[in-house]
């Protein structure tokens, strides 16, 4: 069965960085592309980066392009998200998914697995 857990949340001055681990378990973790999604209080959840199974492609929400990578280790089994010069906009609960297939997708209703959260917040 699949679980995804994130971790390295926290809190952050504006300008500080973040590193966030998602850790997969179940087989055939490296046939997947993952995605990282955030949502804030009173506000949908959004799509915030994705990478394809061979780390080949990958996507960004256009406010993070160039603060924010996205990266996996497959033998790991694990996908990160760099975050770099936070923002206060930034702060949200931050979520790593599975996609159904193994491209990067933007799309939420292409995942399929969800991880429970971890919580960012950058201070003014």
């Known amino acids: 069965q699949v679980q995804l857990v994130e971790s390295g949340g926290g809190l952050v001055q504006a300008g500080g960085s973040l590193r966030l681990s998602c850790a997969a378990s179940?087989?055939?973790?490296?046939?997947?592309?993952m995605g990282w999604f955030r949502q804030a209080p009173g506000k949908e959840r959004e799509f915030v980066a994705a990478i394809s199974w061979s780390s080949s492609r990958t996507y960004y929400k256009d406010s993070v392009k160039g603060r924010f990578t996205i990266s996996r280790d497959n033998a790991k089994k694990t996908v990160y998200l760099q975050m770099n010069s936070l923002k206060p906009e930034d702060t949200a609960v931050y979520y790593c998914?599975?996609?159904?297939?193994?491209?990067?997708?933007?799309?939420?209703?292409?995942?399929?697995?969800w991880g429970q959260g971890t919580q960012v917040t950058v201070s003014s």
């Open positions: 179940g087989p055939t973790f490296s046939s997947y592309g």
């Open positions: 998914a599975r996609s159904k297939g193994g491209i990067a997708t933007m799309l939420n209703y292409e995942y399929d697995y």
